[in-house]
């Protein structure tokens, strides 16, 4: 038994890590596009970065020094230090030691999003230090940093109270918007707690928690060269390991839908419900295929009930599935029932009601199994279109 | 030695069949929506369908009856007799048995493309025969018919002269657009020669062939309920096999980037050619990651020279690539080469200069062997999203 109450502050939420943000001039017009994360004890560090195979620079300073524990993360935008070769990893070197300099931070690390393929811009970032109030806990300021072609701040804090009166917290903010497959879109998560969790268990969780919140937003594999998700704990408070879990993948899975909602120029999030697969691993892939079609997305911004583009989908994922034992329902309205078409102008109409909605389910039962998953989706729309036709201009 | 002319008339090209098309009703305002093609004779037939678990009505009824000689075929636009059960391919044998009182056709198929989930409307296409003139050469009216969002029609025809003097023609038509994945955009294609081709050798030259045409310009699994190609042969006339390979190759590539170039809404055909891949099935999965990626496709849409994104898209496709080794140019201009970026003002300039052309090529040479593999593609803009947010109204 615990309790586990939602607190305002985002990272700065939990004692002993401060968080701020400035604007460097990365961003045009003054914006905020600088932000750190410190904290006033050495942290044991996880996370899980892309499976792209050309890992961006900060990426690879990690591992190269094959850092575990650290005491601040200082992140950019509009400049993803991708493609930049050994100089790439060389620049995130020259602006860590001129931020131990400023600060006396321990293995600080870097994270970066932005265009690729253009040297980050070392100087301005250096410059940028003093700009930012490394005492600050302004966890509005730093998630407003971070953002690129998201359109709002993500962030979420947790108390957690146990049942002998102990108590920790977790706080986090992300970036992302348009998770879409192929998506490329730069996912950042940055998640901070003072429960004193066993080091090696962190990494393993942020894995475990991955599968059914980020990863069930995007596609495995399809990962830009940026993708990062970092837990760090100052082990400073009480720890429950079902408490931590608990709490661990309600910070995820807010920050997941919320990066859903916020695809880019997307005005739905559609959760893909598949149930009666074969195995879970069937249900995912149709899940998958489904919250990543083209047609399917397309007919969700048009508002277009057409069940026929979703059973196409699915019959085209590859998993066991058949006319005679397919169930579609939008939201609980049954619109295909093994073999039997219920698509009258009432229910079409009644259906269309439904994808009206902000938010709506689309539930295809296979019949075949137990196998289940849910994949979330947006509509893609010209706002999608306009968005990333420009994106570097 | 053989020679190779283009020549008029599609389908109806070909010594010995008949096309023509009639307005049934099923399309508004009295267009065209029923074609048929018919032979003089009983014709050997290869196909290849689709690999979706719901394979439309039509496509059940051949293989249920395991057809493969037949001197007719009608097609029908606007309903595509998929996700119909029995029922529908019961409706395909009415179709069928009132084509055959009308023309004594032995084996008569049918094929269709248009709106799933939606009972054939049988009265109406039966009564629709009576619009068909069978002894009609019209190629032009066929193909026509058989569009859905395609904007122009597509046909093609050759005349073959071996060294012997003899002589074979081969005639097409084909729809389809948008060959997005994930796709589900029917492509229909009727292939038809007086080349006395082996009966068994009709099928597996139309897979191979796919593999480099249709099957490039798609993916791979990403099929719609009802894809088809179909082969017939009257056996007529002479018979070579490189001259009819090569005959069939041409056929079939060029109604495969008609289709590209026609993808629904799309300005612009795109060439990714992947040279340099560890074997050709990588350099494959990298091209049609290329071709499939909704940020490349944006990106060529707003014709931005957006390396980055095609670096990193080809890093998450999963096949072996290094910085060290990758070079990407457009058309012939280099803008990464092994770890260096030349893409100042100028090259930025010159690169979007080659963006703004209707037909170019995106080359990658992953510099790690000897594999290669070119896929098709289009841009992705609002008129795309246009036309699929509300295809069905």
Redesign the interface.
């Known amino acids: 038994m615990f309790n586990c109450i939602s607190i305002k502050g985002g990272v700065g939420a939990v004692e002993g890590f401060h968080c701020g943000a400035t604007a460097a001039g990365l961003k045009p017009g003054g914006a905020l596009d600088m932000a750190f994360i410190k904290a006033d004890t050495l942290c044991d560090m996880g996370y899980i970065f892309t499976?792209?195979?050309?890992q961006a620079a900060p990426l690879r300073y990690v591992k190269e020094r094959n850092i575990t524990q650290t005491n601040c993360i200082l992140i950019n935008a509009k400049n993803?230090n991708?493609?930049t070769?050994?100089e790439g990893v060389k620049d995130v070197g020259s602006v860590m030691e001129a931020l131990q300099a400023k600060t006396g931070a321990t293995n600080p690390i870097m994270s970066s999003t932005g265009?690729?393929?253009?040297p980050l811009p070392v100087e301005q970032i250096i410059a940028g230090l003093d700009g930012l109030d490394f005492t600050a806990k302004d966890g509005d300021g730093a998630a407003q940093a971070i953002m690129t072609t998201d359109s709002y701040p993500k962030q979420i804090a947790f108390e957690i109270t146990l049942e002998n009166g102990e108590r920790f917290r977790i706080g986090a903010m992300a970036k992302g918007a348009g998770m879409?497959?192929?998506?490329?879109?730069t996912m950042l998560c940055f998640i901070v707690t003072d429960a004193a969790i066993p080091a090696e268990k962190l990494t393993p969780l942020l894995q475990e928690n991955a599968k059914t919140t980020f990863n069930a937003v995007s596609v495995d594999?399809?990962?830009?060269?940026n993708d990062s998700v970092f837990l760090l704990s100052s082990a400073k408070a009480a720890y429950d390991e079902e408490a931590f879990e608990f709490a661990l993948h309600k910070v995820m899975e807010h920050l997941a839908l919320q990066m859903v909602q916020d695809g880019e120029g997307a005005k739905k999030m559609v959760a893909f419900e598949i149930s009666g697969a074969k195995d879970d691993a069937q249900a995912e892939r149709a899940a998958k295929?489904l919250s990543?079609?083209?047609?399917v997305k397309?007919?969700l911004?048009?508002e277009?009930p057409?069940?026929?583009?979703i059973?196409?989908?699915?019959?085209?994922s590859?998993?066991?599935?058949?006319?005679?034992t397919l169930q579609i329902r939008f939201d609980n309205l049954l619109v295909?029932d093994r073999?039997q078409?219920y698509?009258d102008e009432a229910a079409e109409a009644k259906a269309a009601k439904v994808m009206r909605q902000e938010q709506f389910a689309v539930k295809c039962d296979l019949g075949l199994g137990e196998g289940a998953f849910t994949a979330y989706g947006c509509d893609?729309?010209?706002e999608?279109?306009?968005i990333?036709?420009?994106?570097?201009?």
């Open positions: 499976d792209n195979r050309f993803a991708a493609m070769g050994p265009v690729i393929g253009v879409i497959d192929p998506s490329m879109a594999g399809d990962r830009s060269t295929k990543n079609s083209l047609l397309t007919a911004f048009g277009d057409n069940w026929g583009r059973a196409s989908t699915i019959g085209s590859g998993v066991e599935c058949s006319e005679e295909y073999g078409v698509f893609l729309g010209y999608y279109v306009k990333n036709a420009d994106y570097r201009t």
